[in-house]
T-cell receptor, first 112, second 113 residues
Framework: NAGVTQTPKFQVLKTGQSMTLQCAQD?????MSWYRQDPGMGLRLIHY???????DQGEVPNGYNVSRSTTEDFPLRLLSAAPSQTSVYFC???????????FGPGTRLLVL | AQSVTQLDSQVPVFEEAPVELRCNYS??????LFWYVQYPNQGLQLLLK??????LVESINGFEAEFNKSQTSFHLRKPSVHISDTAEYFC???????????FGTGTRLTIIP
């Protein structure tokens, strides 16, 4: 049981480039979320999904897209990277919306 | 809008001394309360949670937190800290009114040998 996995662990992008952060979970959780962590700001919700085919915006969705074609996978796409998107990104999943969140190890992104 | 306040961004504590990390929230409806811990270069993991019942909840590594409804607080305590407790601690609140989970900004606990 791997829990929540994220790839890559580190990434450097140039402004304007696009990329996809991968997230997968093997716990059959319906709820999955993407957060970004910035110093002094805690965790901010980017997008979330309550099940395959259903996604919604969180607190800071601009510049990011998501899709949920399967229960297991929830990729986060940066369409045109900007320096303001330099951050640590965490994927999380839970059995129910109000339940314990299980976090991946994070992806550290630097946009130059 | 719901808010979660962790008043201290950094807390230095001598090894074997007690510690309290404060968390206050604003909500007039039913909530679930969580403390998550983030060790260096890792993701967050659940430390303890309050869902219902006894207002005092404990973790397996000696932390405890008490839900105080009248003061809307959920402070985290440990009577004697160890070097291994060095981490960042996040308070989180799930609000049943708007069905949203909100995290505090975190408290970095540094243990001084």
């Amino acid at each position: 049981n791997a829990g929540v996995t994220q790839t890559p662990k580190f990434q450097v992008l140039k402004t304007g480039q696009s990329m996809t952060l991968q997230c997968a979970q093997d716990m059959n959780h319906e709820y999955m979320s993407w957060y970004r962590q910035d110093p002094g700001m805690g965790l901010r919700l980017i997008h979330y999904s309550v099940g395959a085919g259903i996604t919604d915006q969180g607190e800071v969705p601009n510049g990011y897209n998501v899709s949920r074609s399967t229960t297991e996978d929830f990729p986060l796409r940066l369409l045109s990277a900007a320096p303001s998107q330099t951050s640590v990104y965490f994927c999380a999943s839970s059995y129910v919306l109000q339940g314990t969140q299980y976090f991946g190890p994070g992806t550290r992104l630097l946009v130059l | 809008a719901q808010s979660v306040t962790q008043l201290d961004s950094q807390v230095p504590v001598f090894e074997e001394a007690p510690v309290e990390l404060r968390c206050n929230y604003s909500s007039s409806v039913s909530v679930y309360l969580f403390w998550y811990v983030q060790y260096p270069n890792q993701g967050l993991q659940l430390l303890l949670k309050y869902l219902s019942g006894s207002t005092l909840v404990e973790s397996i590594n000696g932390f405890e937190a008490e839900f105080n409804k009248s003061q809307t607080s959920f402070h985290l305590r440990k009577p004697s800290v160890h070097i291994s407790d060095t981490a960042e601690y996040f308070c989180a609140v799930f609000n049943f009114g708007n069905e949203k989970l909100t995290f505090g900004t975190g408290t970095r606990l540094t243990i001084i040998p």
